[in-house]
């Protein structure tokens, strides 16, 4: 018998882990994180474990198909590779003679092979790329750039030397990050202190020193609190604030009425509790991580509650400390020479992006883009008609609100193709379906890990596809192909992966032994003195001219959550350790783990309306009503209901997820339209439901 063993990349949600795959007789029979990875130390999630069963699923597309019928009918009929990919080049070009190039959309999920997808779409010609971060990070990324003018993802939040961590919408231990999970409990064991502030006790909350059962969206006004209390009993690091600070004076004057006191009557926080754990946060300064979160899509002041974030972290001199939020370095950081890169084989499209981005609304960073506007522009045609839509790996119609609205606007355009390795509701409403091989049957391009100690990494094919499904290349090279663009045209996984490496002083081979090639030999820290922050100051800046210019205000005033109406609810969602969004539901194995979703709801709120635990509710939001079945417990905030996202799946090609549980976004109506300003995220938790007994 033949066996290997193969380093990949995790692809069972967009963390990426790096992993080794057990092969025998080219079949995968188990997945365990790579050994060689510092942070991983062979461990993969309970998702990770279970890529076999995708492999092994017979409920994905296997071969490529084209609609027959209308959209979102489920009528298709199956086409060679051949086929699809001519069809898809045509459509596109026919697209482009007649509208421009700029009027292709292409939207995927971000992470670290998103170069090629760029590179594709410059090859078009299109200013538009997207990415989903609109509904997931958009706001913490904003916040970091408006502070240091630079993006979240260059500042590295030092767990494992940690000595007091914060976290305030962010569910490590249920929202996993394997690396993040094990550089915490390391720190945990080594003493670091662990807060928790959320809406309801979660997994991460059991492991914490201090929990907060916090109001829904007061937790802008509970950090102003701590903001106010760290300048006004003198708790600051001085020596940081008056190297780095710019505008100090402003936040001391805007965080003046923000008391203890007052922020007790908005977030129900005990006055005493509050002051308590920032003096026990000061005596681990510097390192200290008030975690900046991930998914802060939540409330229309969402982009404000992040730069509070930041800023409370750099009261505490946590920027650039080890144990804080170090810089992260690059390859050119550590005296080396990073990837060559397929974005920059084509000019960048000279013309305005549909999403008003980077001109109509000048502080947001192109990159990833506003998706909802993208959408907003399908249907107006203002900028410009867009009327071509590439789903990468992304589905819209369940990761945003209003998908009825949105399944009206996706029929103005011409075409709709998905590119997906699972069935999901935006594949089904598209005109061409492109079935991708599942992670451990495709091989991906090099990618870099920027941190303290940067690596490239490369994703191999364990073993070769079931059905007839391709790898990204292979799809993207196949449509450069066909459409003219001789530049991305790669024959070979090799010949790509080659053309990155050119110049770097690494080889193909070099990545044999571990899957990964590091760039330095140790985790560079660099000195407070050597910071640089690309703001116009070369500052922490609390006034931001960016902003200032768009009529925003940097420091906002903070403005009162409304409560809920009677007999009403705040929706709020998020994740568990199981599942990952949607995609995981039909999984053969993880179905089994969690098959549903429950409402949480406030025990004694619940039992005062009559309703017993386990019992089936109705939950109404707009114009929709469905039914789940309710958990009572004390440990979610009264004013809440919550439910973790994923389910309600309607297709009939997923057995094992269809008619479990509910679609939180179903309930979001209008939510297309709620955004936070400043920030670009979308505002999904800013929807009331009512719940009711079913009779
Ligand atoms: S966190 Fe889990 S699912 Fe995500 S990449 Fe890592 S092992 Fe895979």
Known sequence: MASKKVYS????????????????????????????????????????????????DDERPQFPVIREGERGEGRWHRVSWDEALNQVASKLKEVTAKYGSRSIL???RGGPFRDLYQGFVRGLGSPNYSNHDASCARNVHHAAQSLFGVGREELVNDLKNARHVVLQTRNIFESINVKEVNDLLDALDKG?????????????????????????????????????????EDLYDHAFADRWIQDFKALQQFVRPY??????????IDKDRLVSFVRELTEAKPSVVWHPGWMASRYR????????????????????AKGGLPLTSTPSDVGRKGLQKFAELFPKSQEKRADGVGWRYPHFDSGAGLLQLAF???ETEDPYPVKAYIAYRHDPLTGFPDSEVLKRIFQKLDLIVSVTFSWSDTAWFSDVVLPLSPYLERESIMATKNGLKPYFFVRQRAAEPRFETLADWEIICGLAKRLGMEALAFNSAEDMWNFQLRGTGVSIKDFDASGMVPLSKDPKYRKVEELKFKTPSGKIEMISNKLETQGLPSLKPYEPAPKPGEGQFRLTFGRCAVHTQGHTVNNMLLSKEMPENELWLNKKVGEGMGIADGERVEISGGKHSVTIKAKLTDLIHPD??????????????????????????????GGLDLWDPAGGGMAMQEHFVTVRKVK
């Open 9 to 56: 990349v995790c692809g069972m949600c967009t963390v990426r882990c790096p992993i080794q795959v057990d092969v025998k007789d080219g079949v995968c029979t188990f997945i365990q994180g790579n050994p060689h990875a510092a942070g991983i130390n062979g461990s993969v999630c309970a998702r990770g474990s279970a890529g076999i069963a995708l492999i092994k």
């Open 106 to 108: 292409f939207s995927d």
């Open 192 to 232: 670091c202190r662990l807060t928790v502030i959320d809406i309801r006790a979660n997994v991460s909350s059991t492991k914490a020193n201090n929990f907060f059962l916090i109001r829904p969206k007061t937790d802008y006004a509970f950090n102003l609190a701590v903001i106010h209390t760290l300048l006004y």
């Open 259 to 268: 008391t203890p006191e007052w922020a007790e009557r908005e977030t129900g």
């Open 301 to 320: 002041d969402s982009f404000y509650f992040c730069r509070s974030i930041y800023i409370i972290n750099a009261l505490f001199g946590s920027i650039g």
């Open 376 to 378: 907003k522009a399908i």
């Open 640 to 669: 809440a209901v919550f439910m973790v996202h994923g389910f309600g799946h309607t297709l009939t090609t997923e057995s094992r997820a269809i008619g479990k549980g509910v679609l939180d976004n179903a309930l979001m109506t």
